[in-house]
């Protein structure tokens, strides 16, 4: 007997929509067994207060629901915590939003991390080398800079892959860490404040250099470029001819070819647009929370949006919800380190077995496991 992967003669609608809930669910599984074995690893079994395995055990489990308090539920307790979840999430449903594209597209966009900082590097500019600069001008010239700024980088993987057939994904991510790099030595380097007792940081923005709050101490404006973005998003795929092509081109290149799609145009465009939202999302990190140009504007958010594209289905308005989610496990992330000493790392474990469990349940929207009892032949042994 043994178990096999059959392919469907229709995609499943309804693991379609249970694939993240069961990914979710896989991964709070994951989640408790990383917990215990934690605890169960760091208690002492010889101790004589330590009550042995089954001791350990018992701590490990309660632990686990102190976790998972600490982790969903604390941040939701209290208003600068939300504020907070509102600004982490944010540049992540920015980002998902230009990834969700590139991904319909089937075009592999991995390098929106250092797309982030592109976008960051062109949009301090103007604050940086005219920092006496004001009215109501320097903000919208910014967020055009980093939009730009966002844009070029991305077109590089894209220009490689058209001209030398290169592959996106190698040099999207390797792009990374140029891109990290070089703003490191930025702040560390020519664009370091000379008045800031050698701190790696550019001077800081403000007056008109800074995004306006919208309400409370955290929520910025930025917040409605998330809704401009998944408007523009739901209307460029709803209504519009490119969206048709993005769709066709994705789900049946052949097809697309045959109808005189160009997939070059496509591959260009959606790194484009995914490089712009990149840019965007970094430029807004600059001019907002951050408020200064720093070695590293962001925590690893081109890479969290990646799980929320295919957490979201690849749709903008599944994007906000999941964008959500993953920016409550940042905030879960840091209460954990507090409240139980766990590792900061805890929240990339965790956004890992998620986008790991979301790509295999996904698997099942095409496929269906099989049993098959009948025993293997011979001829099927030596083929194998």
Known sequence: MRIELVRRGERSAAMAYLSPL????????????????????????????SGGLAGALGRGFSDYGKFLYVFF??????????????????????????????????????GAEGQIAAGAIAGSFLPIF????????????????????????????ALLKIRFGTNEILTSLMLVYVAQLFLDWLARGPWRNPAGHNF???????????????????????????????????????????????RVLGQAPRAGAFAGFSQSRMVLLTFLISGALAG????????????????TVSPG???????????????????????FLLALSYLGGEGAQIALGMSDQTTRVFQGMLLFFVLAC?????????????????????AS
């Open 22 to 49: 069961l990914a979710l669910l896989l991964t709070l599984i994951g989640g408790a067994l990383i917990v215990i074995v934690w605890r169960v690893v760091a208690t002492d079994l010889s101790a004589p207060d």
């Open 73 to 110: 539920v604390e941040p939701l307790t209290a208003m600068w915590s939300i504020e907070d979840l509102i600004a982490k999430a944010t540049p992540i449903i920015l980002i998902a939003m230009g990834l969700s594209l590139c991904f319909l597209s089937n075009t592999w966009n991995i």
């Open 130 to 157: 005219f920092p006496d600069w004001q009215g109501p001008f320097i903000l919208p010239a910014m967020l055009i800079l980093g939009i730009l700024g966002g844009m070029a980088y991305a077109a590089i993987p």
């Open 200 to 246: 790696p940081d550019s001077r800081p923005f403000d007056g008109d250099q800074l995004l306006p709050m919208l309400f409370g101490t955290n929520i910025r404006i930025s917040i409605l470029f998330v809704f401009i973005a998944a408007f523009a998003a739901w209307f460029l795929m709803r209504w519009t001819k490119t969206g048709f092509q993005i």
């Open 280 to 295: 965007l999302a970094g430029v807004c990190e600059v001019a907002g929370p951050v408020g200064q140009l720093r070695t």
């Open 301 to 323: 958010y081109g890479f969290t949006a990646i799980i929320v594209a295919f957490l979201g289905r690849l749709n903008p308005i599944g994007a906000i919800f999941a964008g």
């Open 362 to 382: 996904d698997s099942f929207i095409f496929y269906r496991l099989q049993i098959v009892r009948r025993p293997v032949t011979q001829t099927q042994a030596v």
